[in-house]
């Protein structure tokens, strides 16, 4: 989640939620009973909303400062959860955030998020499927085309592949230079249909759509065009460098894109 080792936790599983059969020996509830319980279950569904996002904000401020990765583990909406690579990750935000494209290209880039913004933006609904096992079913993901990006780059006959660095000063990734023209690769500046949070790996994450999650690296900051493929962070320690779903690391998994 992650690979980002994983930053994201599989969904519940889904199970039987049917209602118990009554017992003849069962007890009856009074009037009162159960309007209280119908009011307290319909004062549970308007907080949800709120109670959420406070558990987001204190699970974020909190997962960089702890060194045992135990907040990691704490589930998070939309059944992900935090994770890093580094025990702190600074903040960037609309003043300080920049994006460099640079190596072998004849016109290296340097953007903002108002021109990364100010560009097409493509909208991606598909399965995140992390390399240990769990799945996002259906999760949208909005941002410019890496082809776009490239493509404006000017991208050299000699080029080969694709390194992506990240701002958290560890996390590092790499595409060969075919599968980062692909369309379902993301420079992502949403997720789940609002603006990617910095424990999700804003302002600006990468998304690979038809890969293990691993390859989707967060807070990015540097895309480098090279000669050859480098292997990344968790390929370094022992990932596939091609991640395809269902296809790589010795899993089966159903393809996501």
């Not at 690579?85 to 640079?102: F, G, I």
Request: proline fraction near 8%; glycine fraction near 12%; charge should be neutral.
């Amino acid at each position: 989640m992650n690979p980002e080792r994983p930053e994201e936790r599989d969904a519940p599983e889904p199970g039987d939620r049917g209602t118990p059969e009554p017992t003849a020996t069962g007890t009856p509830i009074g009037r009162r009973v159960l309007l209280g319980t119908l009011g307290l279950g319909a004062l549970g569904v308007v907080a949800a909303p709120t109670l959420q996002r406070g558990l987001e904000a204190f699970l974020g401020s909190v997962s960089g400062k702890d060194p045992t990765g135990l907040t990691g583990l704490l589930p998070n909406g939309g059944g992900f959860r935090y994770y890093s690579v580094t025990a702190s990750v600074p903040h960037r935000n609309e003043t300080d955030y920049r994006l460099t494209v640079d190596g072998l290209v004849d016109h290296p880039k340097t953007y903002t998020l108002a021109d990364l913004r100010a560009l097409p933006q493509t909208r991606l609904v598909q399965d995140v499927q992390c390399v240990t096992g769990w799945r996002v079913p259906k999760t949208p993901f909005e941002g410019v085309r890496l082809v776009t990006l490239l493509e404006a780059a000017g991208v050299r006959s000699s080029a080969g592949a694709v390194r992506f660095t990240c701002f958290d000063g560890a996390y590092t990734e790499s595409l060969t230079l075919d599968q980062a023209r692909r369309s379902d690769v993301l420079v992502a500046l949403k997720m789940q249909d609002k603006p990617v949070s910095h424990e999700h790996g804003g302002p600006v994450r990468l998304y690979v759509a038809p890969m293990y999650f691993y390859k989707s690296a967060k807070w990015l900051s540097g895309i480098t065009v090279t000669r050859d493929v480098r292997p990344g962070y968790w390929e370094e320690r022992g990932y596939d460098v091609d991640a395809w779903v269902g296809r790589s690391n010795g899993r089966d998994d159903a393809p996501t894109s």
